[in-house]
C-alpha cells in the first residue's frame, strides 16, 4: 500500500473515531461534500474513491485482498489500533449517500453506486463480491465496543437490526441516514417534546412519528426524510433515534464533540443510593473539579470516579436529569424514569447499566409513568422478580416501585418482548454483540498467558447477534448437544460440566473460531519483555550485568549453567534488625560484609493505616550465607550469631573492611566463634 492511502486512513480514524470523540455518539458519515472538505483540510492530492480503487483486484473472487491483507499487517504491529480498512468503508458510506432515484438508477441501487464509485463501471462489483466489506463492518462495530466510548459510542446496527434485504449493505446504510445537520437539529426536537411533559427518553418510533405529526420533516436532510419513508429501512432509523433520545441530557445541544463527556450513575450500596462517574476518555486526571462546588474523586486506577456536590438520587433529580459544565468537561445524566441496575464488577456493588444482561440478576426501580411498561415486559420475559417489592425500603425514591432480583434467563424471549413493549423500556436491549468471545471463567496467571484456565474452571462463550441459524457452536470440533439450550436462548454459554480434558481447546461458531487452554495449575513460561545479562564486547564479556538490546542478544551471557556445582544444603534464616539502629550490618565467614538498610514504608501504609505506628523491626533473609549480625546503636555495638561457621577471610581489599567492621565491634559476644572472627580480622588488619 503507497503513502495515500495510509494518510487517508489515518485521516478518517482521526476525523471520525479519534479521542475527542469519548462518550460522543460517532456517526461515520461521509459523502461528496465531506470527502472534499476533508481533502482541503487535510490537504490530500487524490480524491478517497481513487485511491481506494487503484488496489482492488477486479475480475477476482476476492477484489479487496490487497486492502485485507494491509489491514493484517497494521494489526500485527498494534492490534489495538482502529482496523485499516476505514478508506473503503468511507466509499460505501460514499455509495449509500448517493442513493436517490435518477434517469439511470432506482434509489434501492446500491452496488451499481458502489461500483460506479470505485471503478468507473457499474457492473464490476456486484452483490456477490460485498460480504467481505459486510465483515469489515461488524469488525469494525467490534473493535469500536471494545474501547469502551473512549472512541465514540457506536452507531453500527446489529446485522439483527437490519432489514433482510438490506442484510449487507445496510451497514453502510445506517451511517448515511443521520448527517450533522441531523444531529445538531435534534436537542431542539427533543426539547419541543419534554416542553409538554413527556416521559423521557421516547422510544425511536414514537420520536419519529412524532416527526411526521408536528410535520418537521424539513428541519432534516434529505437522506433523513428519504429513509422515513422506507418501511424496510426505518426501523433501524427509530432505533438509532432512539439511541441518540437516551443520551440527551437535556441541554440545548448534544455535548459538543471535543468535551469529554463524564456519564453519572447510581449505584447501591448499602442500603443507600448514591452517585457515581464513568469516564471514558483514556486520558484521566485524579481529581476534576466542576461548577457548583462539585467535585470527582477518581476511584483508584480505574474510569470511575466517587462524586460530591450533588443532591442525592431521588425522584426528581432522576426525571429531570442533571448537568454540570467544567473545563473541557461535562458531567451529565439525561432523565429517565426507568432506573435498571447490576453487579458491576469494578465497583463490586449495583451500578446502573445500559441494558439488560440476559442470565444475571437486576433491580429495577420504575417511576409511575413508567411502572405499567416494566410490569409488561416482566410479565412476558422475566424469570424472577415479575412481583413488585412491596416492602418500606427508605433508599427507594417515593414513589416508584421495586423489583428484585429480576432475571431473564432467555435472551431471545427478551429481545422480542422490549421490541414489542417499547415506552419506557424501549432502549434497554442487552449489549451488542459483533464477534464470538469468551469471559468469565477461572483464569490461571493471567498475566502469563491471558487464555489459560483452571480445569473446571472453564469460560462461557458469548456467541454474536446474528440471524438465527446461521451457524453451529463446535467444541473442539463437534457439537455439544447439551449446549443447545443455551444457545437458543442466546444466553453466553457455559463449557463448565462438559468434562474437558486439561489442554488446549477450540470453539467455532459461523467460521470463527476461538481457543483456550486448562490446566490443573499454572506451568506457564513467562513472556519475556526485557532481557538483563552480560554484554559481550570483542570477546570479552562486561564486569556487571545490564539490559540487553536486541541487537546484543545474540552474543550476550544471559543465563548460568549451574549443573555442576554441588547442592548447597545450608538453612535459611530470617532475623528481626531494628529500625532505630544507627548502623546495621553482616560480616559474612567469608569475608564479605553488607550494610542492611531498613525498607521504607509502603505509601498504602499512611493512607490506610495512618494512625498505626511503623513497627519497630524489619526482617532480614540470609540465604545459604553465615556470619554474624551487627547492630550499633547509642554508640554500643549488639552482635548475633546467624550460622557463623568458622571465619575464613580471604586477602582481598574488600576483607579490609570486614575486618575493621569486625574490630569495631569485638566487644559484642564472648562466644568462641566470635572470638575466631576477631583473630582473623586482627591477621588481616597488620
Known amino acids: 500500500m503507497d503513502h495515500s492511502y495510509q494518510v487517508w486512513q489515518d485521516v478518517l480514524a482521526e476525523e471520525f473515531f479519534g479521542r475527542q470523540h469519548a462518550g460522543h455518539p460517532t456517526v461515520f ?31 477476482t473472487a476476492e477484489p479487496y485482498e490487497a486492502l485485507e491483507a494491509y489491514r493484517w499487517r497494521r ?79 457506536c452507531t453500527i446496527p446489529l446485522p439483527t437490526d437490519l432489514p433482510s434485504n438490506r442484510s449487507m449493505i445496510g451497514f453502510a446504510q445506517s451511517q448515511a441516514l443521520i448527517s450533522g445537520r441531523d444531529r445538531s437539529f435534534m436537542p431542539r426536537f427533543f ?46 432509523l427509530a432505533k438509532l433515534m432512539g439511541n441518540y433520545a437516551s443520551l440527551w441530557d437535556g441541554s440545548d445541544e448534544l455535548v459538543p464533540t471535543g468535551v469529554v463527556r463524564a456519564e ?47 443532591p442525592e438520587p431521588g425522584a426528581g433529580t432522576l426525571t429531570k436529569g442533571i448537568r454540570r459544565d467544567g473545563d473541557r468537561l461535562v458531567l451529565s445524566r439525561p432523565p429517565s424514569p426507568v432506573l435498571v441496575l447490576a453487579r458491576d464488577d469494578v465497583l463490586g456493588v449495583w451500578a446502573t447499566t445500559d441494558g439488560f444482561r440476559p442470565g444475571e440478576p437486576h433491580v429495577v426501580l420504575a417511576a409511575p409513568t413508567a411502572q405499567r411498561d416494566v410490569q409488561r415486559l416482566l410479565d412476558k420475559a422475566a424469570t424472577t422478580g415479575r412481583s413488585a417489592d412491596t416492602s418500606k425500603l427508605s433508599w427507594v425514591p417515593q414513589g416508584w416501585s421495586l423489583h428484585k432480583p429480576v432475571t431473564f434467563d432467555d435472551a431471545v424471549t427478551l429481545r422480542r418482548a422490549l421490541h414489542e413493549v417499547q415506552g419506557a423500556v424501549g432502549l434497554l436491549q442487552p449489549p451488542a454483540q459483533f464477534k464470538l468471545r469468551l469471559e468469565g471463567g477461572l483464569k490461571l496467571a493471567p498475566s502469563l498467558d491471558p487464555h489459560l484456565y483452571l480445569t473446571g474452571g472453564e469460560p462461557q462463550v458469548v456467541l454474536p447477534d446474528e440471524v438465527e441459524g446461521t451457524g453451529v457452536l463446535l467444541v473442539d470440533g463437534k457439537e455439544r448437544i447439551e449446549l443447545r439450550k443455551a ?19 477450540t470453539v467455532s461458531y459461523a467460521g470463527v473460531e476461538v481457543e483456550f487452554a486448562t490446566a490443573e495449575q499454572a506451568d506457564v513460561e513467562p513472556r519475556i519483555t526485557k532481557v538483563c545479562g552480560f554484554a559481550v564486547v570483542d570477546g570479552k564479556a562486561s564486569e556487571s550485568p545490564a539490559l540487553l538490546e536486541e541487537r546484543a542478544l545474540p552474543t550476550g551471557i544471559v543465563g548460568a549453567d549451574c549443573t555442576g556445582t554441588a547442592a548447597h ?22 569475608g564479605r560484609l553488607w550494610t542492611l ?83 582473623a580480622a586482627k591477621e588481616l588488619d597488620r
Open 29 to 59: 458519515y461521509v459523502d461528496d461534500d465531506v470527502e472534499q472538505e476533508l481533502r482541503q483540510g487535510y490537504g490530500l492530492e487524490e480524491p478517497l474513491a481513487e485511491c481506494v480503487g487503484r488496489f482492488l483486484r477486479l475480475g
Open 75 to 153: 494489526r500485527q504491529q498494534d492490534k489495538d489500533d482502529i482496523p485499516a480498512f476505514l478508506p473503503l468503508l468511507a466509499c460505501s458510506v460514499v455509495a449509500a449517500s448517493r442513493m436517490v432515484n435518477d434517469r439511470n438508477h432506482r434509489a434501492t441501487a446500491y452496488h451499481a453506486r458502489f461500483s460506479t464509485l470505485l471503478t468507473g463501471d457499474e457492473r464490476q462489483l456486484g452483490s456477490a463480491h460485498y460480504e467481505p466489506v459486510s465483515r469489515m463492518w461488524q469488525v469494525l462495530a467490534a473493535w469500536q465496543r471494545e474501547q469502551h466510548g473512549a472512541r465514540g459510542l
Open 191 to 236: 426539547r419541543s417534546l419534554r416542553e409538554h411533559g413527556t416521559t423521557w427518553p421516547l422510544p425511536g418510533e414514537t420520536l419519529l412519528a412524532q416527526i411526521e405529526i408536528r410535520g418537521m420533516e424539513r428541519h432534516f436532510s434529505k437522506g433523513f426524510r428519504n429513509a422515513l419513508q422506507e418501511e424496510e429501512f426505518r426501523p433501524l
Open 264 to 310: 453519572l450513575l447510581v449505584r447501591l450500596d448499602a442500603g443507600r443510593l448514591g452517585w457515581v462517574a464513568r469516564l471514558r476518555s483514556p486520558e484521566r486526571k485524579s481529581r476534576v473539579e466542576l461548577r457548583g462546588g462539585v467535585v470527582l474523586e477518581q476511584l483508584g486506577d480505574t474510569a470511575y470516579y466517587e462524586v460530591t456536590g450533588l
Open 487 to 505: 444457545i437458543a436462548a442466546g444466553r453466553a454459554v457455559p463449557l463448565t460440566g462438559l468434562g474437558l480434558e486439561p489442554g488446549r481447546h
Open 569 to 590: 544444603h545450608g538453612t535459611d534464616r530470617t532475623e528481626l534488625c531494628r529500625r532505630d539502629a544507627d548502623e546495621v550490618l553482616f560480616a559474612a565467614a567469608d
Open 597 to 679: 538498610e531498613a525498607p521504607e514504608q509502603p505509601g498504602w501504609w499512611t493512607e490506610r493505616l495512618p494512625d498505626t505506628p511503623a513497627p519497630l523491626r524489619f526482617e532480614a533473609d540470609f540465604h545459604g550465607i553465615g556470619g554474624w549480625l551487627l547492630e550499633r546503636r547509642s554508640g554500643r555495638w549488639r552482635g548475633t550469631p546467624v550460622d557463623p561457621g568458622a571465619a575464613n577471610p580471604a586477602p582481598t581489599a574488600n576483607a579490609r573492611a570486614w575486618a575493621r567492621a569486625v574490630l569495631n565491634a569485638q566487644q559484642v559476644s564472648d562466644d568462641p566463634a566470635w572470638a575466631g572472627y576477631v583473630q
